[in-house]
């Protein structure tokens, strides 16, 4: 029979693309021939805006590039340019960005699977993610004020230290957690309905994982065991105790599980840092690079010149951000400003193999796969 | 007294005549002026109207903001925040906006939840002209209402209220899930003073 | 337990009338003007009347019922600002359809696109024709009840497939599509799940299914057919889930992959027909579970309160326990993929359909029941 | 030794200079040798690329490719010197298949043509964009509009008229 296929734009605006993306489908009937992503709807031009800002300026829109999971962004960009300028950090902050950056990594896991199970038909999971989800910004406000966008790592440390009493809800938050993640594992996981729309679906196997550039809990997916957090150990790592999970089927149900065992580990870190938090300062003390007279009073960053240059240099530095390798690359010319600033995002290399992933397949499938790969739109546009 | 450049005059405050009598209503009238429906007619009739489509307008009025079904549209960091209005802490259902229609044809309410790039603006203004009448617009986030953070930037829009009407402006990077209620309580008390009536120039 | 034929519902009214002694006055005011028939048209028309007035109540009722099952479930409130919980927001909300822009996109069939949402009400209303709400509440006791429902149950999908492809939309066309598939692959297991039932039975006289399944089985459980074809049932069940396209079944609309299926370009009053037609539909095949395998109407005699009104509150009691778990159905699931349940139909529902009507078959041969 | 200098021991003539990334070994390369050289490079076990950008350093342009291989832990960035008029380099495509949106986003913000790429077109700016956003010589001033032509492509002018509410 003589059949005609269907193109099918699917985006920007459509409920399951997470936001602006689009698709270009090629439709034989319910079956996806040829698959086209378009992006772009989101490109704010972030990077040139870096060259206009000032280094600390810059941190803000950092947190605008992965909105779910700010913090590692924050961490990311100060880490390069820490790296560049050559800054110590005390240990005390390290200890707080790293408990920043793993209940991040939870709060994003739980905002994955909510609408992970959102995009399958189920409205409830996304619900209780949220609940939880919620008791986590409540900490984070409690440190910086703000819910998503947080602007709180800064060259040299942490912009303020941790308010009292924030470890003993911590730890209540960690209490009630891993209760919840038992809970969401019953109630999803041995759900018939959801293992059939998971198992076997958007298959990618390890090779072709590495060389589509694939990172983070898509990537462990596949069965590679790899993570920035033990390859090249940053910040208190090293010393932490966690193992790295991964899952050899390479479908969407062994990405989704990942995020979920991840979540457990990061609450394991969380109470290990919790636990042995060192007292101390919470930013340095000492004064880096040429801070220029401007007159700019300093209050809230007296430890640290809002102006300052780092010598001039390249770096690239990365660390495992709840989506993958997200990098920062800065070029410094001496100046106040940086020369250049490329971001690596983890969301943009990820989206490379959808297309391959999901030829084949029909449009479930496709919102399955694409669910699993876990893509933010900022991050992917930027 | 001095304090800072300005000037502070001391205000003495009678405690006693705040205190308003709030009396029970006793006679038929009293009870009748009670329930506020006197003065809604009067009200009706003040608009020089009709007073049967002031009141018509008014049923409507009320329906229209009881039932104000959002388009699923979000752009960027916002949307994040409408998914956390939407949940079950802030739980939007309260007021009937639960249903988020994919379709801009069944939806009332647009949110404009981020930044309005140069490449989205003419989509955002399709769906805008895809919605049924009676529409409302509300613009959520500082990149929304003015380019925001990316004001200097090559590529975004300077505000959506340079291609579509906006009704509300929520301000915030992202705004608190309580803004954005407030800025929902200040659509509805919006609505209530439209009408077909005032539409057509019927009850100016 | 009542057996024996009761009386359809023009009966009743006529019987009412009877006894407050009025219908002889009015026969014979309407005899000297000649026009016997317009009494029972107008009859007919009280009973239409009431009919349509309850599916209306019914409908408002149920999306409210829906929404506040869902938030019940999420732990959450769900509408609460309109009226007393929330209980005037389905009115708020047909008030503000009936008042929204009736828009017909460029390109699509005007008078397909104007059409198609009535026929879809129009046959959700049918379906309630030869339904018994309780004893001798039934507009029309037809012989071939049962037929006639999965008869007219089908005509929704050509409505359905009328609107999608009136559209001029892909999502609606593939909504539509995708309706059709289901809609065949579904009938099938229906029908062969209901013909079991009318095995034991020998009748497809909805009154006479309810009629049979009074009593006891062996002195303790009622006499219903749940417990006398579990399979049957739980295939029925499936069945008209995916039938009234509910989650996990829900695939002409399902947001998530096509937008809002075959109303996707459907706004105002025509989206607010679909709207009442889907929850019209969801009363109905509860009901119809409920008759087929709940015992219908039946239940324990109470005193001296009319038997009519004790059938009718226990037929919408046992008809809301099944509205309720299709709803904690949806908000516990997620959705099926089109060619999986495709799959379900036609390689295991049908077999077992047919096993189970064998096993009907054999029961009554063997003169068990 | 570090991988840049094994790379230099292996081709004297096509790495130009070695270095450091700050903390990762870096090699200068000519850019006529790049594809052959990556294709040694994947061969010593560096199976990620983890990045490719272009830099505008006014009077030339610098492209650079940071890879990463996952079972030594190492790490190795190549640098190639581009001349400001036309800058050319080959594309990595066939050698990872990440390369495809790197090289088309390096070109659509920076303008260089990777050649051998199968699909080089902009990825983030809409077809039709005037300049790249990201050369130090982009014209912050330039206002560009977008509106919608047939089957949802982009049609950019410098004319807000179409789009805008207020002329």
Redesign the interface.
């Known amino acids: 029979m003589e059949t005609e296929q269907l193109l099918l734009n699917m985006g920007p605006v459509h409920p399951s693309t997470h936001g602006v993306l689009r698709f270009k489908l090629r439709m034989d009937g319910e079956i996806i021939r040829d698959c086209q992503v378009v992006m772009g709807y989101l490109h704010r031009g972030t990077e040139k805006l870096g060259e206009m800002k000032t280094y600390l300026q810059f941190v803000p829109y950092t947190d605008r590039l992965d909105y779910i999971a700010a913090m590692p962004n924050n961490y990311a960009y100060v880490k390069a340019v820490e790296e560049l300028a050559g800054i110590e950090v005390p240990e005390r902050a390290e200890f707080i960005r790293v408990l920043c950056m793993e209940l991040n990594r939870v709060v994003n896991h739980l905002v994955f699977l909510g609408s992970l199970l959102l995009d399958l038909g189920a409205s409830t999971p996304i619900m209780y993610g949220f609940r939880e989800r919620e008791k986590a910004l409540q900490l984070f406000e409690m440190l910086c004020g703000a819910r998503m966008t947080f602007n709180y790592i800064k060259p040299g440390g942490v912009r303020e230290d941790l308010p009292e009493g924030f470890i003993p809800k911590l730890n209540e938050f960690m209490k009630d957690m891993e209760k919840r993640v038992d809970d969401y594992e019953q109630l999803i996981n041995g759900n018939e309905i959801f293992l059939l729309r998971m198992k076997n679906i958007g298959v990618i196997s390890a090779e072709e994982a590495v060389n589509y550039g694939m990172t983070g809990p898509s990537l462990r997916g596949s069965g590679v065991k790899y993570d920035i957090r033990r390859l090249e150990p940053y910040s208190i790592y090293p010393d932490l105790d966690f193992k790295v999970c991964s899952y050899p089927e390479g479908d969407s149900y062994a990405r989704y599980m990942v995020r979920i065992d991840e979540m457990r580990e990061s609450l394991h870190i969380l109470r290990q840092v919790a636990d042995n938090m060192p007292p101390g300062k919470a930013a340095t003390t000492q004064r880096y690079g040429i801070a220029p007279e401007t007159g700019i009073p300093s209050s809230v960053m007296s430890y640290f010149p809002r102006i300052f240059t780092p010598p001039p240099g390249e770096v690239y530095s990365r660390i495992e951000a709840p989506k993958g390798e997200l990098g920062f690359y800065v070029v410094s010319d001496g100046t106040t400003k940086p020369y250049r600033i490329k971001i690596r995002s983890p969301s943009f290399c990820n989206l490379v193999a959808i297309p391959s992933m999901i030829v084949g397949l029909k449009i479930p499938d496709l919102i399955a796969a694409f669910g699993t790969i876990d893509v933010v739109l900022g991050d992917v546009d930027r | 007294m001095e304090k800072g450049g300005f000037r502070v005059d001391p205000v003495t405050i009678d405690t006693t005549k705040i205190k308003t009598e709030k009396k029970e209503p006793e006679t038929a009238l009293e009870k009748l002026e009670d329930t506020g429906l006197i003065s809604t007619l009067l009200a009706a009739r003040e608009r020089k109207g009709l007073v049967l489509l002031t009141t018509i307008d008014q049923v409507f009025n009320w329906a229209r903001l009881s039932s104000l079904w959002p388009v699923t549209s979000g752009l960027a960091c916002c949307a994040i925040e409408m998914m956390a209005v939407a949940m079950a802490h802030h739980d939007i259902a309260r007021f009937g906006m639960e249903i988020f229609r994919a379709s801009p044809r069944q939806a009332d309410l647009m949110f404009v939840a981020g930044t309005v790039t140069k490449r989205m603006a003419p989509r955002v203004k399709l769906l805008y002209e895809m919605m049924a009448e009676p529409k409302w617009v509300i613009s959520v986030g500082s990149c929304a209402n003015t380019g925001g953070p990316y004001h200097e930037s090559y590529c975004v829009l300077k505000g959506v209220d340079n291609i579509i009407p906006v009704d509300v402006y929520i301000p915030g990077c992202p705004p608190r899930p309580e803004a954005w209620l407030y800025g929902v309580i200040q659509l509805r008390e919006k609505i209530k003073n439209e009408g077909y009536g005032a539409k057509w120039g019927l009850n100016k | 337990m009542w057996t024996g034929d009761g009386m359809n519902a023009y009966e009743l009214i006529v019987s009412i009338l009877y006894s407050i002694d009025v219908y002889d006055l009015l026969l014979d005011a309407f005899r000297s003007a000649g026009m016997e028939y317009a009494l029972r048209v107008i009859i007919v028309l009280v009973e239409l009347a009431v009919l349509f007035g309850f599916v209306l109540i019914t409908v408002m009722f149920l999306t409210w019922m829906e929404r506040k099952v869902v938030a019940m479930v999420q732990s959450r409130y769900g509408p609460m600002v309109t009226g007393p919980r929330g209980l005037l927001q389905p009115v708020m909300d047909g008030i503000k359809l009936i008042g929204k822009e009736d828009i017909i996109p460029a390109g699509a069939d005007r008078w397909i696109f104007t059409l198609a949402p009535f026929v879809v009400f129009v046959a959700a209303l049918l379906v309630f024709i030869p339904l018994p709400f309780g004893y001798s509440l039934i507009i029309s006791d037809l012989k071939v009840g049962l037929l006639y429902i999965i008869a007219i149950s089908a005509v929704s999908p050509v409505a359905i497939l009328l609107a999608g492809w009136a559209s001029n939309n892909k999502y609606s066309l593939m909504g539509a599509m995708r309706a059709v598939a289901q809609d065949i692959s579904y009938t099938i297991p229906l029908a062969l799940a209901a013909i079991a039932v009318v095995v034991f039975t020998g009748s497809l006289s909805t009154v006479d299914i309810v009629n049979a399944q009074s009593g006891t089985l062996f002195g303790i459980i009622p006499k219903w057919f749940i417990f006398i074809t579990p399979l049957g049932f739980i295939l029925f069940l499936i069945a008209s889930i995916a039938e009234m396209g509910r989650i996990p079944f829900d695939f002409q609309e399902s947001e998530q992959e096509l937008v809002a299926g075959f109303f996707t370009e459907y706004s105002g009053m025509k989206f607010a027909m679909f709207f009442l037609a889907e929850y019209a539909h969801l009363f109905a095949v509860s009901g119809i579970v409920v008759t087929l395998f709940f015992g219908g109407w039946t239940g324990p005699v109470l005193g001296n309160i009319p038997v009519q009104i004790t059938s009718l509150i226990y037929f919408l009691i046992k008809t809301y326990a099944v509205i309720f778990f299709a709803m904690w159905l949806r908000d516990t699931v997620p959705r099926v993929r089109i060619d999986q349940l495709l799959n379900l139909g036609w390689k295991i529902m049908v077999p077992l359909a047919l096993l189970n009507l064998l096993f009907a078959g054999f029961v009554v041969t063997a003169g068990v029941i | 030794m570090n991988a840049a200098e094994e790379l230099k021991q292996s081709f004297p003539e096509s790495v130009t200079g070695v270095g450091l990334?700050?903390?990762?070994p870096l090699a200068v390369i000519k850019k006529e040798d790049l594809l052959m050289i990556a294709g040694k490079v994947k061969e010593m076990g560096f199976?990620?690329?983890?990045?490719v950008?272009g830099?505008?350093y006014v009077d030339h342009f610098e492209v650079?490719y940071?890879f990463f291989s996952?079972n030594n832990?190492q790490?190795l960035?190549l640098k190639v010197i581009l001349e400001r008029e036309n800058p050319a380099v080959d594309s990595l495509f066939s050698l990872?298949?990440?390369a495809?949106?790197?090289e088309r986003?390096t070109y659509d913000?920076v303008g260089i043509r990777f050649s051998g790429h199968p699909n080089l077109v902009?990825?983030?700016?809409?077809d039709g964009w005037e300049g790249h956003?990201?050369r130090k010589d982009?014209d912050?001033n330039k206002e560009?509009?977008?509106?919608?032509g047939e089957?949802?492509e982009?049609i950019v002018s410098t004319d807000g008229s179409g789009?805008?509410?207020?002329k």
């Open positions: 990334q700050t903390n990762k199976d990620n690329l983890s990045v950008t830099i505008d650079i940071n996952y832990k790490n960035a990872y298949k990440v495809d949106w790197l986003e913000l902009r990825i983030l700016l809409p956003p990201l982009y912050m560009q509009w977008v509106t919608i089957d949802g982009d789009i805008l509410r207020r």
